[in-house]
C-alpha cells in the first residue's frame, strides 16, 4: 500500500490518521491498539480534542512503531519525531552534529535524513509564502541546489532564511527574499556556518 504524504498542519487529528495509514490499520484496528471505543477513536480522527490520556498512549505506541526504512530520495517508510529548534537555538547551532537537546516541540516527518531537524522561523522576509511561526524541516545530508529554499547560518549575522542562487565562481551565494522589500543579498561561503536545503514548510493551523 502507497505510504501517505505528511499533511503540512501538524495537528493531533493528522498525525493519527498518518500513523493509522502508515501502519495499514482500520479505524477499529487502531481504536484496538489504543484501547479506545472506535466512535471515540473517528471523532478524534476528525478533529475532536483528545484527552491527555489518548495523547501520551497515542505517543507512546507511535514512538514503538516507528520502524525507519529508507526508500529513495530520502524518504523512509516509517514515522519520527523531528525536534523543533527556536530561531535563537539555530543561531547558536553553529555544528550541525552538536544540535541543541533544549527543544520541546517535535514535528512527525518520514525523511530517512537522520540529522534532520526542524526551526520556527522568524520574521517576514519570505512572506507570501512562508510567514512567522512557520516551521521549517532541514536536510542537512542534502546539497542545496539553485533556486532553492534554504536555510543558512552565517558567522556574524545568524540564520536566514532565503532562496539560494550560486554565482558562477562558486565562491559567492546569492540569497532572495520573497518579499520584494528586503534586497537580495551576496556572500562568501567561508562566511557561513551551514546552509540546507529546506524539505517542507508547516503552517500552523489557527490565524496568528
Sequence with gaps: MAQPS???NDNFAERLRFWRVSQN???????RQLDIDRSYFSQVERGRSPGNALRTRFFLIERASSVKTSGHN???????NLPVLSWAQAGTATDPNRISQEWEEVVPSDLADEKAFAV????DSMEPKFSDGDI????PSMTPTN???VLANLRNEGVLCKI???????NVIKLSSYNPAY?????????????????SVIKPLRPR
Design 6 to 8: 505528511i499533511n503540512v
Design 25 to 31: 490499520f482500520t479505524q477499529a484496528e487502531a481504536a
Design 74 to 80: 530520502g524518504v523512509s517508510h516509517g514515522l519520527r
Design 120 to 123: 520556527k522561523l522568524r520574521g
Design 136 to 139: 521549517a524541516i532541514l536536510l
Design 147 to 149: 533556486g532553492e529554499v
Design 164 to 170: 539560494m542562487h550560486v554565482q558562477l565562481d562558486y
Design 183 to 199: 534586497p537580495p543579498l551576496e556572500r562568501h561561503r567561508e562566511q557561513f556556518h551551514w546552509i540546507y536545503p529546506v524539505a
